[in-house]
């Protein structure tokens, strides 16, 4: 019996992000902040290099296609959901936070929406690489939701509220029509740095409630 779609190991990365968002979900759900925090740069490290991966093999159309949709639904899941779940667990739960985590979601449905679409144009017209994005990557929130998680222990503001104005102000940036250089080799490094000095921070003692 033959099942729907394309495995091959092109999606392996992708497959290993979503898993770890799932975790991530189930973490915070138990209560366990710090460890959803990890499952969300895990997933943040996962996509960085999915890309990389599935243009070494050759994928017909139908293939590309695929693997278009399913990386952004599952950045859906990872760098969409897994945040507002986070927030539920540190204490984002009265019913102006719900809205908040709408807003959030929205914003990161529609910019991926858009991305897909723009995506597929611009494959048909040329076979180079993406040199820019439009707005606010979504899965750069694998790199500010840690930093905000950590820099909120300096901040005498209760935790929730410093995240809640996070997820707004990124929602926004998702948006925002501005262009961003896509990260070469060099910016690839130092964001692997920067995740590296996050965790750091955070196996030392810098969190909360984990």
Same mark, same amino acid.
């Given at each position: 019996?033959?099942?729907?779609?394309? !495995?091959?190991?092109? @999606?392996?990365?992708? +497959?290993?992000? %979503?898993?770890?968002? @799932?975790?991530?979900? *189930?973490? #915070?759900? $138990?209560?366990?902040?710090?460890? #959803?925090?990890? =499952? &969300?740069?895990?997933?943040?490290? =996962?996509?960085?290099? +999915?890309? $990389?991966?599935?243009?070494?093999?050759?994928?017909?159309?139908a293939e590309q296609k695929f693997g278009i949709q399913l990386d952004s639904l599952s950045d859906l899941v990872c760098f969409g959901v897994l945040?507002?779940?986070?927030?539920?667990?540190?204490?984002?739960?009265?019913?102006?936070?719900?809205?908040?985590?709408?807003?959030?979601?929205? #914003?990161?449905?529609?910019?991926?929406?858009?991305?897909?679409?723009?995506?597929?144009?611009?494959?048909?017209?040329?076979?180079?690489?993406?040199?820019?994005?439009?707005? %606010?990557?979504?899965?750069? @929130?694998? &790199?500010?939701?840690?930093?905000? !998680?950590?820099?909120?222990?300096?901040?005498?503001?209760?935790?929730? /509220?410093? !995240?809640?104005? #996070? %997820?707004? @102000?990124?929602?926004?940036?998702?948006? &925002?029509?501005?262009?961003? /250089?896509?990260?070469?080799?060099?910016?690839?490094?130092?964001?692997?740095?920067?995740?590296?000095?996050?965790?750091? =921070?955070? &196996?030392?003692?810098?969190? *909360?409630?984990?």
């Amino acid at each position: 019996m033959k099942l729907i779609g394309y !495995y091959n190991y092109t @999606v392996i990365l992708t +497959d290993l992000s %979503l898993i770890s968002s @799932v975790f991530g979900i *189930y973490m #915070a759900m $138990k209560g366990h902040v710090a460890g #959803a925090v990890y =499952c &969300l740069m895990v997933s943040g490290f =996962c996509d960085m290099f +999915d890309g $990389k991966v599935a243009r070494t093999k050759k994928r017909c159309e139908a293939e590309q296609k695929f693997g278009i949709q399913l990386d952004s639904l599952s950045d859906l899941v990872c760098f969409g959901v897994l945040p507002t779940v986070i927030g539920y667990s540190i204490g984002m739960t009265n019913r102006f936070y719900v809205f908040v985590f709408f807003i959030y979601v929205m #914003a990161a449905l529609t910019r991926l929406a858009y991305f897909n679409v723009m995506e597929e144009e611009r494959q048909s017209r040329t076979p180079e690489r993406r040199k820019e994005y439009v707005g %606010l990557p979504v899965t750069s @929130v694998a &790199l500010i939701i840690p930093l905000v !998680y950590i820099l909120g222990r300096f901040v005498e503001i209760e935790f929730h /509220k410093i !995240y809640g104005v #996070a %997820l707004l @102000v990124i929602a926004f940036a998702f948006l &925002l029509n501005f262009r961003i /250089k896509k990260p070469g080799k060099a910016a690839a490094v130092v964001m692997i740095l920067i995740g590296i000095a996050e965790i750091v =921070c955070m &196996l030392i003692g810098f969190h *909360y409630g984990g």
